[in-house]
Structure formats: structure tokens, C-alpha cells
């Protein structure tokens, strides 16, 4: 989603655009992180777009060393006099999944998170209200799951402990961070259950996905 934004205001605006991705992927340290930013600084970018709460470390330090470049923080808040924090009212959103759920007569319900970072903290929390309402205005009893998994990248783990939540019950998992939806995904398709995407629209990505918690994500960018 912040991608798409970046190339649709260069688009629009006749700009050079690029994607500088750090180094070790998902395992990706803050001086992976800072030398992808550095790159794109050198290479002569005026604007350079960041997006998620990792990336706090570096930014802070490109930042300072770049003071005539725009940085953009997605999650984040102004860490820097040329920094401009882009957040989000997670919780809304969330609140508005965990509603819709329940009101759709959908009882057994997980919140699986990535890293409990803010953003992902703030989903949660509306996701369990959003419930709670509903199911004190249409008297049934909602059964919740919550669990951060610590990763915003698929893996077996995350697929295991959402098999366990399917056969235990849960209807519907609201993935929340990244990659680690796929895993649910997973677990959902061989359960007979259902996701919840996160941040844009993923319903294009499995018939599973009943809807998406989203935030305009390309549209804020």
C-alpha cells in the first residue's frame, strides 16, 4: 500500500521513483535498514518514503545526516525536524473487523498479531471491543484468542498455533502484520475457517479473507 502511493504521486507529478529494499530481508538490522535509506540519498532522492516501526533506529540517524531531504514516516511519528510522521487510528478499523464479525454470526473469534509494535497493539485492542459491542448488543458470547506471534513473516510456528486455534474452534482469525497472514491463510484453508486482512484490501489474495480491517494506506502516502 505505501508503495502503491509513492508510485502514484510520482506518476501524477512526473517523478523518478525507486524501491530500496535493506539487506537479509525479514532479518533486516537497523544498519540494514540505514544503508538502504543511505542509498537512496545518494542516489539523489529528494523524498524518501519509510514505512513500519522498525525502521525508527535509522531514520533518526539518516535524518540528521540529511537534513535537506523529506522523510516520510509511515507508523511513526516526526523523529526528525524534516521527518513527517504519517499515523493511523488503528484501533477504528479494528473495531470495525471485530463488529462486522460478530454481527456476520461469527463467535469464536483469534487476533493474531505480528511484533507488538503500536499500530498492531492499537488493531488488537479495537478488534476486541469492536466484538465485545456487538456481542453485548446481540446477547451471545464471544469466544476470543489473542496471541502475538513476534514476526512479521510467515513460518511453520505461526501456521502450527493457527491449525490449533481451527480445531479448537475459532471461526475467524484477524492477521495482523505483514507476511503472517499467509500463515493464517494456510491454516485456515486446511480448517475450514476464515481470515481477516489488515492494512489494504487482501481479499483479492484468498477467497478465505472475508474483509479487511483497512487504513488508505496508498491514499495517506
Same mark, same amino acid.
Given at each position: 500500500?505505501?508503495?502503491?502511493?509513492?508510485?502514484?504521486?510520482?506518476?501524477?507529478?512526473?517523478?523518478?521513483?525507486?524501491?530500496?529494499?535493506?539487506?537479509?530481508?525479514?532479518?533486516?538490522?537497523?544498519?540494514?535498514?540505514?544503508?538502504?535509506?543511505?542509498?537512496?540519498?545518494?542516489?539523489?532522492?529528494?523524498?524518501?518514503?519509510?514505512?513500519?516501526?522498525?525502521?525508527?533506529?535509522?531514520?533518526?540517524?539518516?535524518?540528521?545526516?540529511?537534513?535537506?531531504?523529506?522523510?516520510?514516516?509511515?507508523?511513526?511519528?516526526?523523529?526528525?525536524?524534516?521527518?513527517?510522521?504519517?499515523?493511523?487510528?488503528?484501533?477504528?478499523?479494528?473495531?470495525?473487523?471485530?463488529?462486522?464479525?460478530?454481527?456476520?454470526?461469527?463467535?469464536?473469534?483469534?487476533?493474531?498479531?505480528?511484533?507488538?509494535?503500536?499500530?498492531?497493539?492499537?488493531?488488537?485492542?479495537?478488534?476486541?471491543?469492536?466484538?465485545?459491542?456487538?456481542?453485548?448488543?446481540?446477547?451471545?458470547?464471544?469466544?476470543?484468542?489473542?496471541?502475538?506471534?513476534?514476526?512479521?513473516?510467515?513460518?511453520?510456528?505461526?501456521?502450527?498455533?493457527?491449525?490449533?486455534?481451527?480445531?479448537?474452534? @475459532?471461526?475467524?482469525?484477524?492477521?495482523?502484520?505483514?507476511?503472517?497472514?499467509?500463515?493464517?491463510?494456510?491454516?485456515?484453508?486446511?480448517?475450514?475457517?476464515?481470515?481477516?486482512?489488515?492494512?489494504?484490501?487482501?481479499?483479492?489474495?484468498?477467497?478465505?479473507?472475508? @474483509?479487511?480491517?483497512?487504513?488508505?494506506?496508498?491514499?495517506?502516502?
Amino acid at each position: 500500500g505505501t508503495w502503491n502511493g509513492v508510485k502514484a504521486y510520482a506518476a501524477a507529478n512526473g517523478l523518478s521513483y525507486k524501491y530500496y529494499q535493506p539487506a537479509n530481508g525479514d532479518q533486516a538490522t537497523d544498519d540494514d535498514r540505514y544503508d538502504a535509506m543511505k542509498a537512496a540519498c545518494d542516489n539523489g532522492a529528494k523524498a524518501v518514503v519509510t514505512a513500519g516501526f522498525l525502521q525508527e533506529t535509522a531514520l533518526k540517524k539518516i535524518a540528521a545526516e540529511y537534513p535537506d531531504v523529506a522523510f516520510f514516516f509511515v507508523d511513526g511519528g516526526s523523529v526528525g525536524a524534516n521527518v513527517a510522521g504519517i499515523v493511523f487510528a488503528e484501533e477504528q478499523c479494528g473495531y470495525l473487523a471485530g463488529y462486522a464479525a460478530v454481527v456476520d454470526g461469527y463467535t469464536e473469534l483469534g487476533f493474531l498479531g505480528g511484533m507488538a509494535v503500536p499500530a498492531v497493539v492499537r488493531y488488537g485492542q479495537g478488534f476486541v471491543q469492536g466484538a465485545d459491542a456487538a456481542a453485548k448488543e446481540l446477547g451471545v458470547t464471544v469466544n476470543m484468542k489473542y496471541w502475538y506471534s513476534g514476526s512479521f513473516a510467515a513460518n511453520d510456528d505461526i501456521k502450527a498455533k493457527m491449525d490449533g486455534w481451527y480445531a479448537d474452534g @475459532t471461526q475467524v482469525v484477524f492477521a495482523c502484520g505483514g507476511g503472517i497472514y499467509s500463515s493464517a491463510v494456510d491454516a485456515a484453508s486446511a480448517n475450514n475457517g476464515k481470515v481477516i486482512g489488515v492494512d489494504v484490501d487482501q481479499s483479492g489474495d484468498s477467497e478465505l479473507i472475508i @474483509t479487511s480491517a483497512t487504513k488508505v494506506l496508498s491514499a495517506s502516502v
